[in-house]
């Protein structure tokens, strides 16, 4: 029988997910350590640290989610640890993410304890088959499962069968819920495979993280952003245009939809149009506080960009310099004192270009001419001893 091996998605990480490292080391260091021998052998940790359906404690609700019974157990784990916690974790924030993780695994463990104290020796036909303490990290990885599956939903999953394929995220997971439900529902008459409920508690717990957290509010919009771009891409303009105006009555001053408008509207041939909404793009998003995205927005759409207004001007040429982006930097300074030349800020931009010049081989010269410059316009500026300097005068 061929199995379906999933390896990857189409999403792109933005972060590094460093909690999903974490998780998955911590794993697999455990379960190796429990092989090296010793006293820690891999059945006296699960006998210990496990969780005991008929007599759990809370230590163990939390212990058994790093432990597993084999090497396929684990691996099966964190390879859906990986390929779906890395992409949960981008979204979350890695504090937010940790914490989902663990109530993901107490909320599977939960619902496997009530399933074994309660409802099996109520409906079972047979004693419930409960000896072996109950571990792994798949309730947690099931929440996982759980909020990517209404976070990222248009996702697909590659797998490997035979060939390379992709699969909607959607059915690829409905199908891994469609077999843990009747695993579940057997486990009701015969008394084993009693942990898929932990799995169906896990997820769960996802879903309805998912919806609290109005996950899928975010990923709409996200689809949204991800059409226009594709409509620009393939030049169906004018559905963009349509599209995006729409959506900005309800939002006017989102820094994104002013940076698709001027995309389209450059690509309509309406340059003007398309630079008030470059300036747009950039200043809503500094006034916002979103100076990573002011960044990206002036840089997006710096050829259809005339200038912003001086304040904003001098934060973007500030920020670019403290990305060390040399020749971006001092681009931005030029357009501060060359646009506002009467300005009390003129005079330090250029200053400050003079700097940022000198710190390239190739820019030594320009700085020197920039420089004098300086002392030409303004004689008696607060910066007259460093450009005398800069300009070989002192």
């Given at each position: 029988?061929?199995?379906?091996?999933?390896y990857?998605t189409?999403?792109?990480?933005?972060?590094?997910?460093?909690?999903?490292l974490?998780?998955?080391?911590?794993?697999?260091?455990?379960?190796?350590?429990?092989?090296?021998?010793?006293?820690?052998?891999?059945?006296?940790?699960?006998?210990?640290?496990?969780?005991?359906g008929?007599?759990?404690?809370?230590?163990?609700?939390?212990?058994?989610?790093?432990?597993?019974?084999?090497?396929?157990?684990?691996?099966?784990?964190v390879?859906?640890?990986?390929?779906?916690?890395?992409?949960?974790?981008?979204?979350?924030?890695?504090?937010?993410?940790?914490?989902f993780?663990?109530?993901?695994?107490?909320?599977?463990?939960?619902?496997y304890?009530?399933?074994v104290?309660?409802?099996?020796?109520?409906?079972?036909?047979?004693p419930?088959v409960?000896?072996?303490?109950?571990?792994?990290a798949?309730?947690?990885?099931?929440?996982?499962?759980?909020?990517?599956?209404?976070?990222f939903?248009?996702?697909?999953?590659?797998?490997?069968?035979v060939?390379?394929?992709?699969?909607?995220?959607?059915?690829?997971?409905?199908?891994?819920v469609?077999?843990?439900?009747?695993?579940?529902?057997?486990?009701?008459?015969?008394?084993?495979h009693t942990?898929?409920?932990?799995?169906?508690g896990?997820?769960a717990?996802?879903?309805?993280?998912?919806?609290?957290?109005?996950?899928?509010?975010?990923?709409?919009e996200?689809?949204?952003?991800?059409?226009?771009?594709r409509?620009?891409?393939?030049?169906?303009?004018?559905?963009?245009?349509?599209?995006?105006?729409?959506?900005?009555?309800?939002?006017?001053?989102?820094?994104?939809?002013?940076?698709?408008?001027a995309?389209?509207?450059?690509?309509?041939?309406?340059?003007?149009?398309?630079?008030?909404?470059?300036?747009?793009?950039?200043?809503?998003?500094?006034?916002?506080?979103?100076?990573?995205?002011?960044?990206?927005?002036?840089?997006?759409?710096?050829?259809?960009?005339?200038v912003?207004a001086?304040?904003?001007?001098?934060?973007?040429?500030?920020?670019?310099?403290?990305?060390?982006?040399?020749?971006?930097?001092?681009?931005?300074?030029?357009?501060?004192?060359?646009y506002?030349?009467?300005?009390?800020?003129?005079?330090?931009?250029?200053?400050r270009?003079?700097?940022?010049?000198?710190r390239?081989p190739?820019?030594?010269?320009?700085?020197?001419?920039?420089?004098?410059?300086?002392?030409?316009?303004?004689?008696?500026?607060?910066?007259?001893?460093?450009?005398?300097r800069?300009?070989?005068?002192?």
């Amino acid at each position: 029988m061929l199995i379906p091996i999933p390896y990857a998605t189409d999403r792109e990480l933005r972060h590094l997910p460093i909690v999903t490292l974490f998780l998955v080391g911590l794993n697999c260091s455990l379960f190796l350590l429990s092989l090296m021998g010793g006293t820690l052998t891999l059945d006296y940790i699960v006998q210990n640290y496990g969780l005991r359906g008929d007599a759990p404690e809370i230590a163990t609700l939390f212990s058994s989610l790093l432990l597993h019974a084999s090497a396929v157990h684990l691996l099966v784990n964190v390879t859906y640890l990986w390929l779906f916690g890395c992409l949960v974790e981008d979204v979350l924030g890695r504090v937010e993410y940790m914490l989902f993780y663990l109530g993901s695994g107490m909320a599977g463990g939960l619902l496997y304890v009530i399933v074994v104290q309660k409802v099996l020796p109520a409906v079972a036909a047979t004693p419930p088959v409960t000896a072996d303490p109950a571990v792994g990290a798949s309730g947690a990885v099931a929440g996982i499962l759980g909020l990517f599956a209404i976070r990222f939903y248009r996702a697909k999953i590659k797998m490997l069968l035979v060939v390379p394929i992709a699969i909607p995220a959607l059915p690829a997971i409905g199908f891994w819920v469609g077999i843990q439900g009747a695993c579940a529902v057997s486990s009701l008459s015969t008394g084993v495979h009693t942990g898929c409920w932990a799995h169906l508690g896990g997820f769960a717990f996802g879903i309805l993280s998912g919806w609290l957290m109005r996950v899928v509010r975010v990923a709409e919009e996200e689809y949204f952003f991800e059409d226009i771009e594709r409509d620009l891409a393939e030049n169906n303009v004018k559905s963009a245009l349509r599209r995006l105006h729409e959506k900005q009555g309800s939002n006017p001053d989102d820094p994104k939809i002013h940076c698709l408008l001027a995309k389209a509207y450059e690509k309509s041939g309406s340059p003007e149009v398309a630079d008030m909404h470059a300036r747009l793009a950039v200043e809503r998003a500094l006034e916002k506080g979103d100076l990573e995205t002011a960044v990206a927005n002036y840089l997006a759409l710096k050829r259809v960009l005339s200038v912003l207004a001086m304040e904003a001007q001098y934060r973007i040429a500030c920020a670019l310099e403290s990305q060390r982006r040399p020749a971006e930097a001092a681009a931005a300074y030029r357009r501060v004192y060359q646009y506002y030349p009467e300005e009390p800020l003129a005079g330090t931009a250029l200053i400050r270009c003079v700097e940022v010049l000198r710190r390239r081989p190739e820019g030594a010269e320009e700085a020197a001419l920039l420089a004098r410059e300086y002392l030409d316009r303004y004689p008696a500026g607060e910066w007259r001893a460093q450009a005398e300097r800069y300009a070989g005068r002192s």
